[in-house]
Structure formats: C-alpha cells, structure tokens
C-alpha cells in the first residue's frame, strides 16, 4: 500500500495593530471644546461629546469646579466627590445643563484617572518611547486609588442616571446638536443620489440637444430633396 504523502502548512498571523496614545498628533484645532468661550453664556456652543471630552476647557465651570477635584486619598476623594455632586444639583436646580455635565464629567474623571495610578504608580500608563502599554500593577485592584476610584465611580452612576439631568441632555440635544448629527449623517448614498440627479439631467441635456440637431438636419434634408 503507498504511503500517503502529507503536506505541512503553516499559517501566518499579522500582527494586531498598536493602539497608540489618543494625545498623539491631537489637533487643537479640530477640537470642538475650545477655552476662549464663555459656555455659560453661549450654551448653544456646548457639545456633549463623548465621556470626558472638554472637561478641562470649558469656561467658567472649570474654574469652579477643577479646585475640588482631588483623589490622593480615600477620605480626599470622598469629600472631593460629595461637593462636585452637590455642584452638579446645584447646576440641575438652575436648568443650567452646561455645568452639570461638566460636574459629571469631572466625577467621571475622578473614576479614570483614579483607575489609572491604581494600574501604574506612577501615572504613566505608556512607555515614552516605545508607547507600549505599561505593566499593570499587582495590587491594582485592593490599593488605595482602587478605592478613591470606587468612591468617584458611585457618584458618578448617580449624576448620570439622574432623571432631570437626562432630560437636559435630551433637550440640549435636540436644541443645539440636532441639526449637526443631521448633516453629519449625509450617507455615501445621499452623495451617489445626488450625482444620480446632476448625471440625469446632463444626460436629459445632452439628448435634447441631439434632438435639436436631428430635426434641424431633418429639415435641411428636406430642403435639400425639394430643391432636386
């Protein structure tokens, strides 16, 4: 009987791409956040965003906010914590939505940053030159800033699960960014619709042209037959 002839393959995996630090070629000009306006008076320039994006830009509630916001300790962070919450209704109890989302964000913060020197001491989370990921710590999850993160977390779920600050954000939503997810939402389809259109009627044009041409040398034919 003859041997079976086996064939060896190897299969290659490529390797997964290297997420790289969100600060790196990060365009000021392209944030929409910007620290030259006045957010309480111009609310209609606030943008949501995504978590904590303008937290340290928007003006005034930066400056209001910002010098209570602190997490060294645990008792720190629990004092920290409870008066950005008390900020936070206090901007509710004013239908002012601008300052209690920023008061949420920095809540929101306090959680992340607090997560962050619980995985590296240092607060460094990537290697300099390399941008690799640094190791985590071992105690990440039973040291102190484990706690203060925890601290910040609770106020945190609180601010954004409170029914009135939810219905701000709905009507922030519909008054001032509506019209913006609208016209971001311009589909590739759209476009192709649109060229559709503008080709139909070249396309219309230059038949009726044709047309045009057609009857004017049907009528010089008809001229010319009439004349033998």
């Known amino acids: 009987m003859p041997k079976r002839k086996t064939t060896t393959t190897t299969t290659t ?9 969100s600060y790196l070629n990060f365009d000021h000009e392209k944030y929409q956040w910007k620290p030259d ?16 994006q303008g937290v340290l830009t928007c ?15 645990v008792d720190i962070a629990e004092k920290s914590a409870t008066t950005i919450y008390q900020l936070f209704l206090n901007y509710l109890d004013k239908n002012d939505f601008v300052g209690a989302d920023l008061a949420r964000k920095f809540l929101q913060m306090g959680f992340t940053r607090s997560r962050r020197y619980a995985n590296h001491s240092s607060g460094t989370k990537y290697d300099k030159n390399t941008y690799d990921i640094l190791p985590i710590n071992k105690e990440t999850l039973v040291c102190e800033k484990a706690q ?6 609770k106020k945190w779920f609180e601010a954004k699960d409170n029914e009135k600050y939810k219905e701000l954000a709905a009507q922030h939503r519909q008054l001032y960014e509506q019209k913006l997810i609208k016209k971001a939402q311009l ?7 649109c060229d559709d259109d503008d080709k139909g009627r070249k396309s219309t044009k230059r038949s009726k042209q044709k047309v045009g041409k057609r009857k ?3 009528t010089v034919s008809d001229e010319n037959d009439e004349s033998h």
Not at 37 to 52: F, K, V
Not at 63 to 73: N, V
Not at 187 to 193: G, L, M, N
């Open 59 to 73: 003006q005034p509630y930066k400056d209001e906010i910002c010098p209570h916001w602190r997490f060294k300790t």
């Open 216 to 218: 004017v040398s049907d």
């Open 13 to 21: 995996s490529s390797p997964s791409k290297k997420r790289l630090p």
């Open 148 to 153: 203060t993160a925890e601290v910040f977390k």
């Open 187 to 193: 589909t590739t389809a759209d476009i192709k619709d």
């Open 37 to 52: 306006i006045n957010y309480r008076q111009h609310p209609e320039l606030y943008r949501i965003g995504r978590g904590e």
